[in-house]
């Protein structure tokens, strides 16, 4: 802090991500590094571990700094939850995920059973998993105690309430029928578009959102292009199954099994990611209005 002091409570044991990604040495080999978290750990579940956020065979014996952005991202991510810290300080841990590395971070931070502390622009993923949320604004702060979509229609509530107010009193500067009312009436009005356009100018879309940089906006552009692949993707995979299940009759019981598991996994991944295409896509359509 610039003042003041932070204070820790007893025990707290914090983990922090940065979005500089030092949290792993490009000296290592994926397997090594993950490693150095658990020394102990079994080569079955160093593997299983990895294979989570989708770091297979033929990535154990890569080097960190051969490794992609999105690819040090998602080894340093679950090196912090494997580490077992009770307090997490996330600044934009989706950065440079693709959907499936998204999901496997949302489910293992759901699983989590500390506090997280997220700084992030993913709306979907803030739904997914915040309980409190702490706006930082034009020199103020908003402490909401609910989920980040409860906020939304509570800050939605509040803009159109201070508008309200605001008619109610350039209308009730207008309410007589002389001249000097008049002018009121005028000088009202003008205020009122003064405001709008203000509001436009400092960089709000017509929902009341910040306005994106083209950068941001054609990086949104690109990961709805993504999430659209990932999800025809995965309805070509669950036909498939579906098609292998109904000629069941042929299959062990085993392979019975397998399939009805990732019939099930593709069906909550499909809804997920569906979902998630709906509010990216609301959002470029509220910012390119």
Do not use: C
């Amino acid at each position: 802090p610039d003042a003041g002091r932070l204070r820790s409570g007893k025990d707290v044991d914090a983990g922090y991500f940065d979005q500089q990604l030092d949290l792993v040495s490009d000296a290592n080999t994926v397997a090594e590094e993950f490693r150095t978290v658990d020394p102990l750990m079994t080569e079955g579940e160093l593997r299983s571990q990895l294979a989570r956020f989708g770091f297979y065979e033929d990535d154990l014996d890569k080097k960190v700094g051969q490794l992609s952005g999105g690819e040090r991202n998602r080894l340093s991510l679950l090196k912090l939850v494997y580490q077992r810290h009770n307090f997490l300080v996330l600044d934009e841990p989706t950065n440079h995920l693709d959907i499936p590395a998204t999901e496997s971070l949302e489910e293992a931070l759901e699983a989590y059973e500390g506090t997280l502390l997220v700084v992030s622009h993913d709306r979907a993923f803030l739904e997914r998993l915040v309980t409190r949320v702490i706006e930082v604004k034009d020199g103020t702060v908003a402490d909401y105690p609910g989920p980040w979509r409860d906020f939304v229609a509570w800050r939605h509530a509040r803009r159109e309430d201070g508008a309200a107010a605001g008619s109610e009193t350039a209308g009730g500067a207008a309410g007589g029928d002389g001249p000097g009312d008049a002018a009121a009436a005028d000088s009202g009005a003008a205020a009122r578009n003064a405001s709008g356009h203000n509001a436009s100018a400092d960089g709000r879309t017509p929902g009341g959102a910040a306005r994106w940089s083209k950068n941001r906006l054609a990086r949104r552009r690109r990961e709805l292009a993504d999430l659209e692949t990932s999800i025809t993707a995965a309805q070509a995979e669950k036909a498939a199954v579906e098609a292998s299940l109904a000629a069941s009759h042929a299959l062990g019981r085993e392979e019975i099994m397998r399939l009805t598991a990732r019939h099930q996994e593709l069906s909550a991944a499909l809804e997920r990611r569906e979902e998630r295409w709906a509010r990216w896509a609301e959002e470029l359509e509220d910012q390119e209005a």
